[in-house]
Nanobody
């Protein structure tokens, strides 16, 4: 059973930075794709960034150049470094764990609030 625990959310002023972490347990972490999603109030959950087992990354256009996803396989943790934050980045951020055989697990989410 995979368990994902996110941390690092909080309240920050526009232009500030936060680093989110998602620690996975019970995972064959080196064989999974990890992703960050976010969901703002009244909106659908949207993909923010992904990182494959090989380290290839992909970003939503809205965060390119500001956010960086990375992973530490030894610590079975994925990170999301968020710089130059904007009020529109306010959302609950979730990490997603997807195995090579297609099973998916989600974390419980961490709130990020950016004040103007």
């Amino acid at each position: 059973q995979v368990q994902l625990v996110e941390s690092g959310g909080g309240l920050v002023q526009a232009g500030g930075s936060l680093r989110l972490s998602c620690a996975a347990s019970g995972s064959r972490f080196g064989f999974v794709t990890m992703a960050w999603y976010r969901q703002a109030p009244g909106k659908q959950r949207e993909l923010v960034a992904t990182i494959t087992r090989g380290g290839s990354t992909n970003y939503a256009d809205s965060v390119k150049g500001r956010f960086t996803i990375s992973r530490d396989n030894a610590k079975t943790t994925v990170y999301l470094q968020m710089n130059s934050l904007k009020p529109e980045d306010t959302a609950v951020y979730y990490c997603r764990h997807t195995t090579t055989w297609g099973s998916t697990d989600w974390g419980q989410g961490t709130q990020v609030t950016v004040s103007s």
